[in-house]
């Protein structure tokens, strides 16, 4: 059973940095890929980036891109989201998901999600 759980989220000032992880756990995740994405209050879930397991390669939304860094670390089985800069709108919880092949900007297409980190960014 393939166990996704995040940690890291917290109060910071705008300006500030935090690093999520995403401890995973359950399977082998070559061929799988691992997204973050994150859900303000009254909002939908917002694709923030992603990553292949494999090939480590990345992709990001657009007006994200530079302030967030995605990685991971095979031999610790995690996936990493270093965020700078951030400022109050990033406000979310943030939720680490896997998914089978290729990753995709869709939640729904995601099968494995971890029960989410709060980040409260202050102005």
């Known amino acids: 059973q393939v166990q996704l759980a995040e940690s890291g989220g917290g109060l910071v000032q705008a300006g500030g940095s935090l690093r999520l992880s995403c401890a995973a756990s359950?399977?082998?995740?070559?061929?799988?890929?691992m997204g973050w994405f994150r859900q303000a209050p009254g909002k939908e879930r917002e694709f923030v980036a992603a990553?292949?397991?494999?090939?480590?390669?990345?992709y990001y939304s657009g007006s994200l891109k530079g302030r967030f860094t995605i990685s991971r670390d095979v031999a610790k089985s995690a996936v990493y989201l270093q965020m700078n800069s951030l400022k109050p709108e990033d406000t979310a919880v943030y939720y680490c998901a896997a998914k089978q092949g290729s990753f995709s900007t869709f939640s729904e297409d995601y099968s494995y999600w971890g029960q989410g980190t709060q980040v409260t960014v202050s102005s």
């Open positions: 990553i292949r397991w494999t090939s480590a390669y990345t």
């Open positions: 359950g399977r082998t995740f070559v061929s799988y890929a």
